[in-house]
């Protein structure tokens, strides 16, 4: 048996309950692990992140199966279901553990983001200018257990309704073709 070859992207965008329920769903991922990266501090806690103080961004790490899905297709749901326009903040989430980034784990990653954001900004897809970080990856530490798979096993909470619910239904109606359920 062939063991597949799996790319890892590491992906900022807003509270990582959104990002992981949006990912978990897309053909060719693999795993979403929700975590904190780009911060001071080693193994720092969920009540650390959330004071804005450690540096980190609540983030994803996610690996894909390049032969299903590529970087680029990532990148433009990731653009697609949160706004990346907004510095340090994702609807009522505000503070830089908020903030939109790319953690890039190759150069050829790193060229990929700054192309899809010029692509993104010349087809004045957004009213306002993207925000995103492109940075390189650094340690990554994954959340608390009570993190994971938070939306699936949360579903009936507001947060869960209110915010994540629509990022769900963006990126059925957008992306379609790239869900491993398209119902």
Partial sequence: MVQKSLETATLAGGCFWCTEAVFQRVRGVESVIPGFTGGKIKNPAYREIITG??????????????????????L??????????TLNRQQNDVGTQYRSAVFYHSEEQKNTAF???QELE????????????????SNFYAA??????????????????????????????????KLKNPN
């Fill in 76 to 85: 433009l749901i990731f653009f697609g279901t949160h706004d990346p326009t």
């Fill in 144 to 177: 608390e257990e009570e993190h994971k798979d938070y939306y699936d096993q949360h579903r009936q909470q507001p947060y869960c309704q209110y915010i994540i619910d629509p990022k769900i239904e963006k990126l059925r109606k957008s992306f379609a073709d």
């Fill in 122 to 137: 010349n087809e004045k897809v957004f009213q306002n200018k993207i925000v995103t970080e492109i940075t390189p990856a």
């Fill in 53 to 74: 103080r450690t540096g980190h961004a609540e983030a994803i790490q996610v690996s894909f199966d390049p032969e299903k899905i590529s970087f680029r297709e990532l």
């Fill in 115 to 117: 192309e899809v954001i």
